[in-house]
């Protein structure tokens, strides 16, 4: 059982799936909000780094050890990691079309993608309702499935925590495929 801490508890997905990612590894923890899932990868000992536009929501990591965050505009600023390679990329509940591609090129040989996110289907239950927000059926699996090795993959309705419609993938970058 994962317990909350006062960064609120950490994406199941990402628990269940942390363990593909080499360890000690560093991690990108991509649009990380108030840092849930930075807060509790850096406590699994993996070096991570956590990047938002958001500098309030940022300034709570800084003093946590092994969290290096960084305020980039994801959508109107260049790509702040250029040239760099993750052990693993962690996405939750963030969806910007261009950077899917990015992602996969930004690990490392080995490393490991976990990414979910509101898929069409979600707007009946809220924000997002933005189809530019939401994934169409099977759209990580498309895009990934050229690119990467797939570990896992879901999509539909929930209900707990609350009601949702997502879609999530689990995918490696094996050392022998190039991007």
């Known amino acids: 059982m994962t317990v909350s801490g006062p960064f609120g508890m950490p994406s199941p997905w990402v628990v269940r799936h942390a363990c593909h ?22 406590k699994q000992s993996y070096r991570v780094e956590a990047v938002d536009r958001d500098a309030t929501a940022l300034s709570a990591l800084a003093a946590l050890p092994g969290v290096y965050p960084l305020m980039a505009d994801l959508e109107a600023a260049p790509w702040p990691y250029p040239g760099q390679r993750f052990d693993g990329i ?14 996969a090129e930004s690990l ?14 979600h707007e009946r239950h809220g924000k997002p309702s933005n189809p530019d927000f939401l994934l169409k059926p099977d759209e990580l699996m498309q895009v990934y499935g050229p690119l990467l090795a797939i570990c896992a993959f879901e999509q539909g309705e929930e209900h707990i925590p609350r009601p949702a419609v997502m879609q999530r993938i689990c995918a490696i970058r094996h050392p022998e495929e190039a991007i």
């Open 21 to 42: 990612i080499r360890p000690g590894g560093r991690v990108l923890d991509l649009a990380c909000g108030y840092g849930r899932n930075a807060a509790w990868l850096a």
């Open 90 to 103: 962690v996405v939750s509940r963030y969806l910007h079309r261009p950077l899917l591609p990015l992602l």
């Open 108 to 121: 490392a040989f080995g490393g490991v993608l976990i990414y979910e996110t509101f898929m069409v289907g």
